[in-house]
């Protein structure tokens, strides 16, 4: 089942990635895939590669990376304008009282949004580049991990291309008003998610995120543990109980915070101090490794539910991982064994401590979490899953 992969990434990860190795955005197609696989950044090239490596060719397709995509148009023959330089326009960021504002209406507004052009989405040269990468490649199935690019007016043009099985993978609360019966499937980590879906009428699955073993062999050596109490990733309106429980742990601990800049809280809060930077890929492994313990708390929006990429990331590189408690959570890692837990801000100040306090314990709570992540929650386990998925829709055509 010949099988291609749609993804997006972080306009602010692209100027990263182009600005360190300058003169990347102008060599082949295949030069600068291998220079963003090996930044280890994201889910990289791991659902490819094992479907690859379960007899299905696969490929990745990065729709919002210009110099990457117009290096693929310049070599099938098509003229293409040549994209600005990295970092040459970077999207300025809403004020901190708008986003705070506008965050509860966000799957509301998305189709206005949209319609006036304030949605991220593919102008008219990106689509009919990435119409042509699927004419070349001829997929059976196309899986689409970001809907705003790629949106269901698009994905009515694609399926017109060889009519190939259509998955969709949403880990956000959906967007309202889209034409969603498009897909074949739709998929996502949140039970809530799969659930809007089948209200809909739209078949929908439990599909979780994972972890590349492969990472472990690609990682540099391991670094000196020097870090007491880590937080990787971003800190924005959608994150009110992230930002007291960091808060709340910065003002007993070292913590170090890392991502995105925390300008969504106020400018006495002590997240300013504790911020590090932005780390992507391998700078983001090795962060991880050098932290004693390191946090997790879900967006707002995944309520009781247990499932964001940060599980499987910090397990999977060996590293104790202190979560906040979700109702699910026993069915992913097994509270205090594989994974410790919080529930509150003030218990996860007293977990912290018990972890820095004894050495034997934090090191065997993170080796039972990094077993569990390797023997269950890979992209080999996720891709059998989707291929499984994909087999019965095929069956039913």
């Given amino acids: 089942m010949r099988t291609l992969v749609f993804n997006a990434d972080y306009p602010r990860f692209l100027v990263w990635l182009y600005r360190r190795q300058p003169g990347l955005e102008n060599t082949s197609y295949a030069a600068q895939m291998a220079a963003r696989n090996a930044s280890l950044f994201g889910v990289a090239d791991f659902y490819s590669r094992n479907f690859s490596a379960q007899g299905h060719p696969a490929a990745e397709i990065h729709v919002n990376n210009p110099w990457l995509q117009s290096a693929w148009a310049r070599e099938h023959g098509m003229s293409v304008d040549l994209p600005q330089p990295p970092g040459a326009a970077t999207p300025r960021a809403l004020p901190a009282w708008l986003q705070r504002a506008v965050a509860p209406f966000k799957p509301l507004l998305r189709p206005l949004a949209r319609k006036v052009g304030l949605s991220p989405t593919l102008d008219a040269g990106a689509e009919n580049i990435l119409l042509a990468q699927i004419e070349d490649f001829r997929p059976d199935l196309i899986i689409n991990q970001d809907t705003f690019h790629v949106n269901t007016r698009l994905m009515r043009r694609i399926r017109g ?12 609360e959906p967007s309202r008003g889209e034409d969603w019966p498009v897909y074949d499937l739709m998929m996502s980590q949140l039970s809530t998610t799969v659930g809007f879906f089948r209200k809909l009428g739209v078949r929908a699955e439990l599909n979780h995120l994972a972890f590349e073993p492969t990472i472990l062999d690609a990682l540099p050596a391991a670094p000196e543990t020097d870090i007491d109490v880590s937080f ?55 962060v991880l490794r050098r932290s004693r313990v390191t946090l997790n708390s879900h967006i707002d929006l995944a309520g009781r539910e247990a499932g964001n990429m940060r599980l499987f990331e910090a397990t999977g590189a060996g590293t104790l991982l202190l979560t906040d408690f979700k109702d699910n959570l ?68």
């Fill in 232 to 286: 990787v990733g971003t800190v924005s309106p959608d994150h009110q109980q992230r930002i007291a429980l960091l808060e709340a742990v910065a003002g007993r601990y070292d913590l170090k915070l890392f991502g995105s800049r925390p300008q969504a809280v106020a400018a006495s809060s002590p997240l300013h101090r504790c911020y590090q930077g932005e780390v992507w890929g391998t700078d983001m492994y090795q």
């Fill in 161 to 172: 291309i060889g009519h190939p099985i259509l998955i969709g993978m949403v880990g956000i």
């Fill in 330 to 397: 026993h069915t992913l890692f097994e509270p205090d064994r594989e994974v410790a837990v919080w529930r509150s801000p003030g218990d996860c100040l007293e977990a912290i401590e018990r972890a820095l306090a004894n050495d034997n314990s934090r090191a065997d709570i993170a080796h039972a979490g990094q077993v569990r992540t390797l023997a269950q929650h890979t992209y080999r386990h996720r891709t059998l899953e989707i291929l499984g998925f994909a087999g019965q829709l095929r069956a039913q055509r």
